[in-house]
């Protein structure tokens, strides 16, 4: 991934965190820690 879309990931993180916790999803929850553990 370019720097740009890097930044936009994971400016985004704190809102889909937000997002999947009020929908009680813990297998979204689970792939995006994945997602920022290996991207951001």
Not at 14 to 24: H, I, R, T, V
């Amino acid at each position: 991934m370019k720097h740009d879309d890097l930044f936009f990931v994971s400016a985004q993180m704190n809102n889909l965190y937000s997002f999947f916790e009020e929908l009680d999803n813990q297998e979204a929850l689970q792939l995006l820690w994945k997602l920022e553990q290996e991207c951001c």
